[in-house]
């Protein structure tokens, strides 16, 4: 099966710095991974998701880069705000609606 | 709002109680999915319904019974639970997708406690 790994567990910035959260995953057939963010009490929320066919994507204040001959990927947030403080969930899945998560990053933005 | 509603929120019951979690989604979704998630540690996929036939069970103990009665519901049975079952249990949904898996949306969930 897919094994996910997501690093780093904790990760605490300044407020107005960036945040990278990195995963690797090891089933070259893993075509779609999407981040979640989780806060407290609440469902995940899917914040980004990036295609085997694209290396990279952007929407505002949050990226994603694939690698797929290294087999991983980042999350990338700049301009980091209090609000975006949460737990980040790595996915990757291939066909079949088979997904996996990494084991989740806690970020704490300090104002 | 949230797109795909589970009930109950919060279910406390005993190690011989029956119940069932609900969720329900209306986005025209035909894959439909429960997690587990206990606290501090990533969901973790238990069964994939596509089109309503169940598609992925990975590995779940029997106490725990999927079902989908149609395309906007998906229920899970409870039986006989143990205390580690108490967790948060996420329901979500996507499109089905062809050849490349399409974004969850997923429930608030039902924090379902074992006593």
């Known amino acids: 099966g897919e094994n996910v790994e997501q690093h780093p567990s904790t990760l605490s910035v300044q407020e107005g710095d960036s945040a990278v959260i990195k995963c690797t995953y090891s089933?070259?057939?893993?075509?779609?991974f999407p981040w979640y963010k989780q806060e407290l009490g609440k469902r995940p929320q899917l914040i980004i998701d990036?295609?085997?066919?694209?290396g990279e994507k952007k929407d505002q204040r949050i990226a994603v880069t694939l690698n797929k001959t290294a087999k991983h990927f980042s999350l990338h947030i700049t301009e980091t705000q209090p609000e975006d403080s949460a737990v980040y969930f790595c996915?990757?899945?291939?066909?079949?609606?088979?997904?996996?998560f990494g084991t989740g990053t806690s970020l704490t933005v300090i104002p | 709002d949230t797109e795909v509603t589970q009930t109950p929120k919060h279910l406390v019951m005993g190690m011989t109680n029956k119940k069932s979690l609900k969720c329900e989604q209306h986005?025209?979704?035909?894959?439909m999915y429960w997690y587990k998630q206990k606290a501090k540690k990533p969901p973790e996929l238990m069964f994939v319904?596509?089109?309503?036939?169940?598609?992925i069970n990975e590995s779940v103990p029997s106490r725990f019974s999927p079902e989908c009665p149609n395309s906007s519901l998906l229920n899970l049975h409870l039986h006989a639970l143990q205390p580690e079952d108490s967790a948060l249990y996420l329901c979500?949904?996507?499109?089905?997708?062809?050849?490349?898996?399409?974004?969850?949306?997923f429930g608030d969930g039902t924090r379902l406690s074992i006593l």
């Open positions: 319904y596509s089109y309503e036939k169940l598609s």
């Open positions: 990036i295609r085997s066919n694209v």
């Open positions: 979500a949904s996507s499109q089905e997708g062809s050849r490349i898996n399409q974004p969850q949306h």
């Open positions: 089933d070259s057939a893993s075509n779609y």
């Open positions: 986005m025209g979704h035909r894959a």
């Open positions: 996915a990757a899945s291939k066909t079949g609606n088979q997904f996996y």
